[in-house]
């Protein structure tokens, strides 16, 4: 499998005479990648109409969130440092193809709805700087994934500087702000406690999680964790998750400033002066002057747009080109990629306005950050049952209790969401001219993201429970068997499937050959990796069995056996054939399950394909 963001894959050393605070150092920087998706134009529209909305109210549903991104992000660089593998990835390796090809369309959905974002953001500040019309503002955006292009040629530190400085111009001009809009504090504080005032402020809530729990931010983190060289010793993969969760903390504790400052800002001057309906990027920006008496307000807010959308649209394309390449395995020209990425965003942008005009854009934007917050599950959920898994993480996985609140924090999104999909479709329903084509669209559809739902969700349960049942049985083994006296063939052949036909299949073949035979364990790894990309399989379960062959043989040969292994991979009936004929083998011994009838079209019948495939005796041992 092709390395993550291969052009910068462990392209910044954190080892050699770094010591102290040059080792933090050398590890920061992925997470202001991370918290610029936390500071977007998205969020700017959703804190703005929350702020005017509901004044201080939602600051709690903007800390709520931070804290399940502080989480969720750590979870993600986990997976990376860990595994070496980015989200997309491992999900590749869980899931089916099929499966692979939908959550890769919903990642894709998401990434054109946060770069729609970032485009009408950074168009929408071009605009009210310069005066250029916003349809002119849109095009332009084209232009920075040439700029991403030049910077990640330059090398990842030289983008993280870039990104950073952004940050700081984002961040400074907040405060600013914040000094000319004199908040209430004691208000600001009251809105740290939890209240929804109707069902309006639910819809904006959902936006706020939906636009700072970011579902590409999640992908993104994982690949980017990866640009670090790092000693591989437990020891040194334990350093690196502690320098990479101070990196998250202290990047997403700057981006919830920037985000509580933006409502805040709101609050203190829409909310305070009676202007509830404040949605538009553009009327806060006309209003701050007037309000505030400062003409630089106004000024502060377009560049600080500007330098979110900016920053916002490198690290969306990027996470792109690793939700392509993870899910697709599909390497393209990383710049073809981004203007693909662009375009998709830029496409919608271009219809919309054209048709509805610039008044819809802050509409535009809320909406897009309620497609992510939909989308969160089918990454959140994914993401925990990796870092979960003992066998994946190679004992770097996370606490019960991280489990736990994991778990809580995809349950409340999960059902926030369900609760929003509910509601629009059954507002729909009881709206529309012709509900039936509703109820032949739109709610099977909904129904069916429901089914996908749950099938991520109990997918990996269950091959973890088909896992701890291979994992004890090489020690299982109870070896009792006669040895023929009259049988010459000494290079036998045994299909072992890690089930309890081994037992009996090995006996009979020590029976055959005694301790003077060569043997050769055959397993086939039958993972979707393993059939499409045969030896060159590099997941978690061909790794899983691939240590449970060596497992049988080193017992084997414990007692005396003259043992070798070999592992298939694909369909059982071709792979074993194949080594088989291949191979120098006198005879193949199979055991059998005992499948008749209905079994036999439910497990399959291996062992006729392989009888008729082989050119060398089978010997069947029935369980």
């Known amino acids: 499998m092709s390395k993550s963001l291969e052009e910068v894959n462990q392209s910044v050393a954190t080892s050699g005479n770094k010591t102290g605070f040059r080792k933090v150092l050398a590890f920061l920087g992925p997470a202001y990648l991370i918290s610029v998706g936390y500071m977007d134009p998205g969020n700017w529209a959703t804190d703005i109409a929350g702020g005017s909305q509901f004044g201080y109210t939602l600051v709690w549903v903007l800390l709520m969130s931070n804290l399940m991104a502080l989480l969720l992000q750590s979870l993600s660089a986990r997976l990376g440092i860990v595994t070496q593998r980015d989200l997309a990835q491992a999900s590749r390796e869980t899931y089916s193809p099929f499966i692979n090809y939908i959550l890769y369309f919903l990642a894709e959905i998401a990434i054109a709805a946060c770069d729609l974002a970032e485009v009408l953001g950074m168009a929408i500040g071009i605009n009210l700087l310069t005066g250029l019309p916003l349809i002119y503002g849109v095009l332009i955006t084209v232009l920075d994934t040439f700029l991403l292009l030049f910077l990640i040629n330059k090398g990842i530190r030289k983008m993280e500087a870039f990104i950073i400085a952004l940050v700081m111009i984002i961040a400074l001009s907040f405060v600013v702000e914040l000094f000319f809009a004199q908040p209430e504090m004691g208000s600001v504080m009251k809105g740290l406690i939890p209240t929804l005032p109707n069902e309006t402020a639910l819809y904006i809530a959902i936006g706020i999680i939906g636009a700072t729990v970011m579902p590409h931010n999640l992908y993104l983190h994982s690949s980017l964790v990866q640009t670090r060289k790092f000693d591989r010793s437990n020891e040194g993969i334990k350093q690196a998750l502690k320098y990479n969760f101070i990196d998250s ?109 610039e008044s819809v854009t802050g509409k535009m934007l809320i909406f897009s950050q309620v497609i992510l917050s939909l989308q969160l599950g089918f990454a959140i959920i994914p993401l925990i049952h990796f870092v979960s898994d ?72 269950v091959a973890n429970v088909k896992n701890k049942i291979h994992n004890h049985l090489p020690h299982n083994i109870n070896l009792n ?30 029976e055959l050959g005694g301790k003077e035979a060569h043997y050769t364990l055959i397993h086939v790894v039958e993972t979707v990796g393993a059939m499409i990309y045969g030896i060159h399989t590099d997941d978690h379960e061909t790794s899983i069995d691939e240590k449970l062959l060596l497992d049988y043989q080193e017992m084997l040969a414990a007692k005396g056996f003259n043992v070798a292994v070999q592992l298939g991979f694909g369909k059982p009936n071709k792979a074993i054939s194949k080594i088989v004929n291949e191979g120098d083998f006198d005879i193949l011994v199979m055991g059998t399950h005992g499948h008749t009838g209905i079994k036999d079209l439910l497990f399959g019948t291996t062992v006729d394909q392989v009888r008729h495939r082989i050119t060398i005796p089978l010997f069947l041992v029935k369980n």
């Open 390 to 461: 003992k066998s994946k993480m190679k004992g770097f996985h996370i606490s019960k209790f991280l489990q736990f609140l994991s778990w809580i924090i995809a349950l409340i999104i999960v059902s926030l969401n369900a609760k929003l999909v509910f509601d629009e479709i059954k507002g729909w329903l009881e709206t529309s001219n012709n509900p039936i084509v509703l109820w032949a669209t739109v709610v099977p559809l909904a129904f069916a993201f429901l089914v996908l739902l749950l099938y991520i969700i109990f997918k990996p349960i």
């Open 481 to 510: 068997f006669e040895q023929s006296e009259s049988y010459r063939k000494k290079k036998i052949a045994i299909s072992i499937d890690f089930s309890g036909a081994d037992e009996r299949a090995i006996n009979s073949a020590f």
């Open 249 to 357: 903390t202290i990047a997403l504790n700057l981006a919830f400033f920037v985000n509580a400052a933006i409502l805040i800002l709101a609050a203190a001057t829409f909310y305070k002066n009676g202007l509830f309906q404040v949605a538009e990027i553009q009327d806060a920006y006309k209003l701050l002057a007037p309000i505030l008496g400062n003409k630089w307000a106004p000024i502060l807010f377009a560049v600080a747009l500007i330098a979110a959308g900016q920053s916002s649209t490198i690290t969306g394309t990027l996470a792109g080109q690793i939700i392509m390449e993870g899910y697709l395995n599909l390497r393209i020209q990383p710049w073809v990629r981004r203007i693909i990425t662009r375009i998709i965003a830029i496409v919608p942008a271009l219809i919309v306005i054209l048709i509805y005009g």
